[in-house]
């Protein structure tokens, strides 16, 4: 069951948009880890593109939201984090082609 919940979590997170490169943060590559507990709490380990992001509450904001309705899900954590630093080599290449992004 956490399986399918993790999966039904990480396409749900493919909504949500980096506000100011307009990608998903799951193909920026700013999601590290999702984990689920026996008791369907989902606890999100995310980075941001970079320390300073004056976006970070509104990207947190919105995981939560669009994971809100969800019944599965009794509670949301967003833990950001910065180790590591991410990259543009966590990019998918949907990102790095939105992006013109070379390798």
Known sequence: MQEVLKD???????????????????NLGLVYDVEIDDSNNVD???????????????????????LA??????NVDVNITFNPPWS???MSRLAKIALNVTD
């Open 8 to 26: 039904k979590v990480m396409e749900i997170l493919e909504e949500v948009e980096d506000p100011e490169l307009g990608v998903d943060i799951v």
């Open 44 to 66: 999100i380990t995310m980075t941001l593109t970079s320390i300073g992001c004056p976006l970070a509450g509104e990207i947190v904001e919105d995981v939560k939201k669009k």
């Open 69 to 74: 309705p969800v019944e599965e899900i009794n």
């Open 88 to 90: 543009k080599d966590r």
